[in-house]
């Protein structure tokens, strides 16, 4: 079964630290893209972060650029987004999806079409 199992979200204060894991199983990760989204509650699901199938190239979004980094580690199967400064508008759940390639496509590549193989996603909140 293709999956991936996200982790490590939790309760965090303003301007602490969190660390995801996206364990990918049921397929190699090496190679494919990945990217991190997120969703709070009654809002659409937002594009966070991507990475490239060898972590070369990374891309954030303005909100978390400076602030959250994306690396992955293959022999592990597995890839991360390490969030700093947190903010009380960080608060969400966070999914970890594929692209279907090497690399994000040119267009779109911040739209939810664009993944497959969703987790189940990970809640972090800040707050104190």
């Known amino acids: 079964q293709l999956q991936f199992v996200e982790s490590g979200g939790g309760l965090v204060q303003p301007g602490g630290s969190l660390r995801l894991s996206c364990v990918a199983s049921?397929?190699?990760?090496?190679?494919?893209?990945v990217a991190w989204f997120r969703q709070a509650p009654g809002k659409e699901r937002e594009w966070v972060s991507c990475?490239?199938?060898?972590?070369?190239?990374?891309n954030s979004a303005d909100s978390v650029k400076g602030r959250f980094t994306i690396s992955r580690d293959n022999a592990k199967n597995t890839v991360y987004l390490h969030m700093n400064s947190l903010k009380p508008e960080d608060t969400a759940v966070y999914y970890c999806?594929?692209?279907?390639?090497?690399?994000?496509?040119?267009?779109?590549?911040?739209?939810?079409?664009?993944?497959?193989?969703w987790g189940q996603g990970t809640q972090v909140t800040v707050s104190t």
């Open positions: 990475i490239t199938w060898n972590g070369g190239l990374t």
């Open positions: 999806a594929r692209y279907p390639n090497f690399d994000p496509p040119v267009t779109g590549w911040g739209t939810t079409a664009a993944c497959e193989y």
């Open positions: 049921g397929f190699i990760l090496n190679n494919y893209a």
